[in-house]
């Protein structure tokens, strides 16, 4: 076994070790009460094996005993991908590159034909090709009520001689956890025979992590949230039956949890063709958004304040808006609520959108818009409440929109669809963060059914050869149980949990700071410093990470001392 950094942006294939890692019978894992944190290894096979088991124990410490539950093992899944997989979101499906990817618990979900660089996906019992060109599309592939799902728990992985397999380990750690170092082991099982184990030690931090709050100004939220993260509306479309596609949703919103996406917005609105039975689908939804556990203030929702069409009348309008407002403000229980207008409006959409934010505004909401540097700021600034920008972040515009008292989030910077975990964890995090953004609100969580186009472009979320000018949108991918995970999407998580050490930090030199302890208010600011000159762009993030955790104990201890 070779330990290797989980999140690295090295490409790890079976056909070679990668140069990061370390031959190694031990996995290290440092963590805060309440959070998840990843680890992981490679199995450098010295002969086949037909069944390798793997199981984790129980982890014994100060504070008695972590269950094996909390320890979560999944396989890497290499398939192969458009020819930019790795790098970047535009696709290229004349060429095929071997990545690895899907974390499973049953790798043979997905099956890989390696000389006809070809993936096959089981669908019920039968696989089915998900690597041809759009000229060979038959029907379209319906994620909602295909029979496709990963094993519920870690089924044996096969191993061949000379290929490395990547096994992916995620401990949860409880929020009642006790400081210090707990030891297990990963234990395994070669066709019928014990095969040693990796022993795994978990140091636990003597805090919690708060929600993540602005680098500009810790007070405030830092907001995370997501496009296409809804299967309700489109399941209607297609009749699944509402008690499915609400257990379907829920499930959904327990992994958007889990990988800190906190404000999750709502994606339902209201129209004029039957504006009663939308309200009650809306409060519906806010009903589930509530009961999942996500913050609710502010509410961004997808609420479309701009006229739906020539025909709408004022009066229409109007109505419509007054509708939405009193079902948004009573079902989220305040006024804190965000609506949107044209996506990537241009300029002749513009006066269209100042005129209808106007009366919105009046109805106590505001507006959320995607624009990019140049766009909206000098034509539509005084009506935008909350600028989500296309591309990478820069101080500068977040200087713009906080003048005029805005907010500033960032998608496309990069958008999903790059596999590699380094990307997101950087650019989703103190990227964004550092560059006083007040969040990420990224485009988008899966290549979800479009339903204007669905039938007619024979889409299939699996399919990466699809052609057209981008690769599938995907840090999930959907089946009939909720959706598979990916190591980028795990590099999202980290991403966040960064922001969220960054803002313990700054909330305990602010406290360090204002005590009246010299030595501690210096060594406050010395953590401060270094967190201002860190390079976010280029650092090691896992050093970054172990830094602010030597910081914020520093603080802590010298917050202690007279």
């Known amino acids: 076994c070779h330990a290797v950094p989980p999140l690295s942006p090295v490409i790890r294939v079976p056909g070679k070790l990668p140069p990061d890692a370390v031959l190694s019978d031990e996995l290290r894992v440092v963590a805060a009460r309440g959070e998840f944190e990843p680890a992981s290894f490679l199995i450098a096979p010295r002969r086949d094996v037909a069944e390798l088991k793997i199981r984790a124990t129980p982890l014994r410490g100060p504070g008695g005993e972590i269950?094996?539950?909390?320890?979560?093992?999944?396989?890497?899944?290499?398939?192969?991908?458009?020819?930019?997989?790795?790098?970047?979101?535009?696709?290229?499906?004349a060429r095929r590159e071997l990545v690895p990817e899907l974390l499973l618990n049953d790798e043979t979900l997905v099956w890989v034909d390696e000389k006809t660089q070809d993936n096959y996906l089981r669908v019920g019992g039968e696989y089915q090709s998900i690597s041809y060109p759009p000229e060979q599309a038959r029907k379209s592939f319906n994620y909602l009520t295909e029979p496709v799902a990963d094993s519920p728990v870690l089924q044996p992985v096969r191993l061949e001689r000379g290929r490395n397999k990547q096994i992916w380990v995620t401990v949860r750690v409880p929020a009642d956890a006790a400081?210090?170092?707990?030891?297990?082991?990963?234990?395994?099982?070669?066709?019928?025979?014990?095969?040693?184990?990796?022993?795994?030690?978990?140091?636990?931090?003597?805090?919690?992590?708060?929600?993540?709050?602005?680098y500009y100004d810790a007070t405030k939220d830092y907001l995370v949230s997501m496009y296409a993260t809804n299967l309700?509306?489109?399941?209607?479309?297609?009749?699944?039956?509402?008690?499915?596609?609400?257990?379907?949703?829920?499930?959904?919103?327990r992994n958007l949890l889990e990988h800190n996406v906190f404000n999750?917005?709502?994606?339902?609105?209201?129209?004029?063709?039957?504006p009663s039975g939308d309200a009650a689908k809306l409060r519906r939804e806010l009903d589930l958004l509530r009961s999942a556990g996500f913050r609710l203030k502010p509410l961004l929702s997808k609420g479309w304040s701009f006229p739906l069409n020539d025909r709408e009348t004022p009066e229409q309008f109007r109505a419509r808006i007054d509708l939405l407002a009193r079902t948004l403000k009573e079902g989220a229980g305040h006024d804190d609520i965000y609506i949107t207008s044209w996506d990537e409006a241009g300029p002749d959409r513009v006066r269209i959108m100042r005129e209808a934010t106007e009366y919105a505004n009046t109805q106590g909401l505001k507006l959320w818009v995607t624009t990019a540097e140049g766009r909206h700021f000098d034509l539509a600034g005084y009506v935008i409440d909350l600028a989500n920008h296309g591309g990478w972040p820069k101080r500068e515009l977040a200087d713009h929109w906080h003048a005029?008292?805005?907010?500033?989030?960032?998608?496309?910077?990069?958008?999903?669809?790059?596999?590699?975990?380094?990307?997101?964890?950087?650019?989703e995090g103190l990227a964004r963060y550092k560059a006083f953004y007040d969040g990420s609100y990224n485009y988008k969580y899966f290549s979800e059914i479009?339903?204007?186009?669905?039938?007619?472009?024979?889409?299939?979320?699996?399919?990466?050869?699809?052609?057209?000018?981008?690769?599938?949108f995907n840090l999930v991918y959907p089946t009939s149980e909720g959706v598979i995970d990916t190591i980028a999407w795990e590099g999202f998580r980290e991403g966040i949990d960064d922001v969220r050490y960054a803002t313990k930090l700054k909330q305990d030199a602010a406290?360090?700071?204002?005590?009246?302890?010299?030595?501690?208010?210096?060594?406050?600011?010395?953590?401060?410093?270094?967190?201002?000159?860190?390079?976010?762009?280029?650092?090691?993030?896992?050093?970054?990470r172990q830094e602010m955790i030597e910081q914020i104990l520093r603080i802590r201890e010298a917050v202690q001392q007279p």
């Open 404 to 427: 005029i008292g805005a907010k500033i989030t960032s998608y496309g910077g990069p958008h999903t669809g790059p596999e590699n975990p380094d990307v997101f964890r950087r650019w």
């Open 179 to 214: 400081e210090g170092v707990y030891s297990g082991r990963i234990e395994f099982t070669a066709d019928g025979v014990p095969a040693g184990a990796m022993r795994l030690a978990v140091r636990v931090l003597p805090f919690e992590l708060p929600l993540p709050k602005t």
């Open 67 to 93: 269950p094996a539950s909390a320890v979560d093992i999944k396989v890497v899944k290499t398939w192969y991908q458009g020819g930019t997989a790795w790098f970047s979101y535009f696709g290229d499906s």
């Open 450 to 472: 479009n339903p204007a186009i669905f039938e007619r472009s024979k889409a299939n979320v699996w399919n990466d050869f699809t052609g057209g000018t981008f690769r599938q």
């Open 511 to 544: 406290a360090a700071m204002a005590g009246g302890n010299v030595r501690a208010a210096h060594t406050a600011k010395k953590a401060l410093m270094w967190l201002e000159l860190l390079e976010d762009k280029t650092a090691d993030l896992a050093a970054a």
């Open 232 to 253: 309700l509306g489109v399941a209607e479309l297609y009749r699944l039956a509402p008690e499915t596609a609400e257990k379907r949703q829920m499930a959904v919103y």
């Open 264 to 274: 999750t917005r709502s994606e339902r609105s209201i129209g004029n063709a039957d």
